[in-house]
């Protein structure tokens, strides 16, 4: 089992362009979810989503929008990149009606210059 | 609201014991662990629950006190590989998403 994947795992960005981050999971999860790590933050919850076809805002969603449109794949999407958006992003994976431990990915290194 | 979490860094000696603090202003219904290793991601220690239930894979102690909203995770004869940062996460609303609010970490280096 792979567990959590995640893809690219780096990317360089100009402002104002846009781009999609896939986390992909074969634990067969009904949860997963987008966070945002910045120095001296800690995790932030961007988006999450506790089904197929269904997602909701976490606590920093403004500038990203996300799909689930299959269960096992959550994709974040950023339409016009800030410089703020420079982040690493992890995906987290979990079973449902927990609480259960949340399985993350490797993390992608984003910039935006 | 983000819990605190204190100390903010700490460094030890191997062997020596340590104490990482989280505190919530929000009434919780669980506390999770992770820790993180430097350019990796974070890694699940324990959940604990309301009414006394812990589910943990390492042999780590921690306390849930519900009605001062504290945590603690208690480090003992510290070895190099306890070296990370640690993060706690709340869940304020009944596990029925498993969404948490991390803290900002604390950051543990075990030296020789």
């Known amino acids: 089992n792979a567990g959590v994947t995640q893809t690219p795992k780096f990317r360089v960005l100009k402002t104002g362009q846009s781009m999609t981050l896939l986390c992909a999971q074969d634990?067969?999860?009904?949860?997963m979810y987008w966070y945002r790590q910045d120095p001296g933050m800690g995790l932030r919850l961007i988006h999450y989503?506790?089904?197929?076809?269904?997602?909701a805002k976490g606590e920093v969603p403004d500038g990203y929008n996300v799909s689930r449109l299959k269960k096992q794949n959550f994709l974040l999407g950023l339409e016009s990149a800030a410089p703020s958006q420079t982040s690493v992003y992890f995906c987290?994976?979990?079973?449902?009606?927990?609480?259960?431990?949340?399985?993350f990915g490797p993390g992608t290194r984003l910039t935006v210059t | 609201q983000q819990p605190v979490q204190s100390p903010q860094a700490v460094i030890l000696r191997e062997g020596e014991d340590a104490v990482i603090n989280c505190s919530s202003s929000?009434?919780?219904?669980?506390v999770h662990w992770y820790r993180q290793k430097h350019g990796e991601a974070p890694v699940f220690l324990m959940i604990l629950l309301k009414g006394g239930e812990q589910k943990g894979h390492e042999k780590i102690s921690a306390s849930f006190n519900e009605k001062k909203q504290q945590s603690s995770l208690y480090l003992t004869a510290s070895q190099l590989s306890y070296s990370g940062t640690y993060f706690c996460?709340?869940?304020?609303?009944?596990?029925?998403?498993?969404?948490?609010?991390f803290g900002t970490g604390t950051l543990l280096a075990v030296q020789p």
């Open positions: 996460g709340t869940d304020s609303y009944g596990g029925a998403t498993n969404k948490l609010i």
């Open positions: 989503s506790v089904g197929e076809g269904t997602t």
């Open positions: 987290a994976s979990s079973y449902s009606n927990g609480p259960y431990e949340q399985y």
């Open positions: 929000k009434a919780l219904y669980s």
């Open positions: 634990m067969n999860h009904e949860y």
